[in-house]
């Protein structure tokens, strides 16, 4: 690169990220601007609406509750990712829509989740909401070859049965789509459907088909509801706790630049700035795409934070190892990028397979998860790959060539890694072994194995006026040690409800007597009136389903991960390792939830999902070194030297990665609130048990695997 280009790189550089950060604080704002709009914030930091139903049939099954808690979720998701429905009492149900101030707006949106019925022209029902799975708008090209917006459907499969006998019976005929009473709309039939699923065809717009659709997807509950209240509710953790998050990741970015800086010289200048950009990126696109953000957002964006760095450190890395052969800097950078292309798309395409599944897969706080860390995966490879590339040619090309403003690498004396492979297997076994005792230690004593929290459990909501009107900080510093000393529990949510002075108290389930005792003391404390004290028993806002899709998102992303090393690498060897060490950090992680009985909540799943997708990327980087290694080996009995010295070569990538990381994790920690620092500490112990595992584990049981094959054959 010439030098005039290196100064147009560098003023473009300086120019965007200027442009960028100011449209990021002019869109943080109530008036946003340009590009950016107000981050949507989920109900643990921003608060939203809450709305009650009741079931208009007396005495509901439990099934159909749960069932219509299930389909409600799905239908909601529609509003945010981050959306609670749950079961009231035993025939109420309520949902919670974050970042929404306006509950008659959401109402008139939302319907009155009513009944559904197919008919016939003479009036005969024969189908109603329970026969459809699903309906969604979307388009498909008309046989003129002329683009025409429809809503499909998906039938279950006694629906499938009779949509398939009626069809056959009424081509040419009207099948009018009756809900409430109210005929919305009259597809005519033009053949015999078969098959379970089916198109509505003649709409409108797309807002016209998306309006069907939604109609169909509310009125296809196990029960008809009925609206008894609205309101509009606060955060759950407050501003403090969003101040202490955003000085926490400001503080780490710039904890992260330091490093950088000290450690690579121009090269970590180039990295810190080429992370600004991402930064900027990030808080944009995360506005563009609408996503709602909380804290298992917060996990995402600090891992894909993680990724960009640690994608710059192993490029770096190849540059130094360059640079040390004796190499100059422009020949010592070529070859760096190109050998650490490798590693980072292998690393980023295994977490972003689980990414996607996760988000096609999962629902809620997964979902959320998912989306963010999808995004941010795929800007990180971008700008590690170019705009980090672009800014380290410029500064070359402005006369920072020397090898002191890079710093060269001499090879390293070997570690010999897997003489103490019996050693680290023998921890790591008692440790998870240790997890398991723990939780039935806990049960013997009466206890859940985990410390189930109220998003797993459920538990009993308390509505109180209070005598004035608090702040949360106020409530929190207040009125919830006072709910804490009653139920010796420190698994509290407390809402206020916006406009008025009364809050809502979610604890654990409380028995007759627990609930007198938190109206005496609310009364003798706050002066509250005990007749403006209601308590009702509510379900866990994470239902089975969602635990279910849970569980089968994360065994789909883990076969899809296994399948993509196995081919990438060649060697099943590779993936049943990664596999392997991937589930040893989740069950060490849950080992120290169970020791330390941190509550297990909605966070929980995105901690894990987050070790999860640590634990892989940084398995990758010691895979791809060895896979290298390999093709360079010409003796069999050198294969135990080749697995130390490839681990050995990485190890500064695993621990500047893993450190670079824990900054933004500790300092979350201590800014943190009581809510952020249960999340915080469990990362931070998935973070070290995951560099662990990859420089400890995961090598020594490919070898140990790779010298068995050996035996084999030899025999």
Known sequence: MKKSRGIVVMLLSLIIIAALGMTC????????????????????????????????EENPSAEDMADTVYKLQKRVEGYSTEARVYQEGADRISIEIPGVSDANAILEELGKPGSLEFQTEDGETFLDGTDIETAEAGSTQDSMGNSEFVVKLTLTKDGG?????????????Y???VYDGEVIRTPRVQEAITGGSAMITGMASYEDAENLASTIRIGALSLELTELQSKTVGAQLGQEAIATSLTAGLIGLICIFLFMCVVYRIPGLAASLALMIYTELMVLLINAFELTLTLPGIAGIILSIGMAVDANVIIFERIREELGTGKTVKSSMKI?????????????ITTLIAALVLGIK??????????TLGLGIVLSMFTALVVTRLILNALVSLGFKDVKFFGAKQERKTI????????????SLVVVLLGF???????SQGKDALNYSLEFKGGTSTNVVMQEDMSIAEIDSRVKPVVEAITGDGDVQIQKVTGSSEIVVKTRSLSVQERQELNDALTEQFGVDESKITSENISSSVSAEMKRDAVIAVVIATFGMLLYIWFRFKDIRFAASAVTALVHDVLVVLAFYAAARISVGSTFIACMLTIVGYSINATIVIFDRIRENLGEMKRKDELEDLVNRSITQTLTRSVYTSFTTLITVVVLYILGVTAIREFALPLIVGIICGAYSSVCITGALWYVMKKRQKIKTES
């Open 437 to 443: 005792v723990f939780m039935g230690v806990n049960h």
């Open 362 to 371: 999962g629902s809620g706080s997964v979902k959320g998860f998912a989306q």
């Open 25 to 56: 604080v002019n869109g943080m704002g109530s008036e946003g601007s340009g590009a950016a709009k107000n981050i949507k914030l989920g109900l643990d930091l921003a608060g939203g609406v809450s709305i009650t139903y009741g079931a208009v």
């Open 416 to 427: 010999h890694f897997l003489a103490k492979r019996k050693l680290c297997f023998a921890v």
């Open 175 to 177: 099948l009018p789509i």
């Open 161 to 173: 049965e009779k949509f398939a006998r009626v069809t056959a019976e009424n081509v040419g005929k």
């Open 336 to 348: 760096g990028f190109k050998k650490a292309l490798s590693a980072i798309v292998d690393g980023n």
